[in-house]
């Protein structure tokens, strides 16, 4: 299984970005696939998730109602997409899925 991270970066608060991940030789009946994040100095945070067999999805309170998990299966591809970000969004987001597998990550910076 290998996840590719991409879509971060640095941006002001209050606006969008959204990241992508894209999984191969994952089992096509059945996983969860999502992002988590880790902030400097704090622990690894779940952020949103996907399940392949019914398409139930969890989001943290946290990011709930400016957070978006979707997937392209034809591209097999998860996105986040993260709008009116606030400063303490920046964190390291990492991909994964069943298994478990840890995509390398993706830095977002939001400043003030």
């Known amino acids: 299984v290998q996840l590719v991270e991409s879509g971060g970066g640095l941006v002001q608060a209050g606006g969008s970005l959204r990241l992508s991940c894209v999984a191969s030789?994952?089992?096509?009946?059945?996983?969860?696939i999502g992002w988590y994040r880790q902030a400097p100095g704090k622990q690894r945070e779940g952020v949103s998730c996907i399940s392949s067999r019914d398409g139930s999805q969890y989001i943290a309170d946290s990011v709930k109602g400016r957070f978006t998990i979707s997937r392209d299966d034809a591209k097999n591809t998860v996105y986040l997409q993260m709008n009116s970000l606030k400063p303490e969004d920046t964190a390291v987001y990492y991909c994964?899925?069943?298994?478990?597998?840890w995509g390398q990550g993706t830095p977002v910076t939001v400043s003030e």
């Open positions: 030789g994952l089992s096509p009946d059945d996983y969860v």
């Open positions: 994964f899925t069943t298994g478990p597998y």
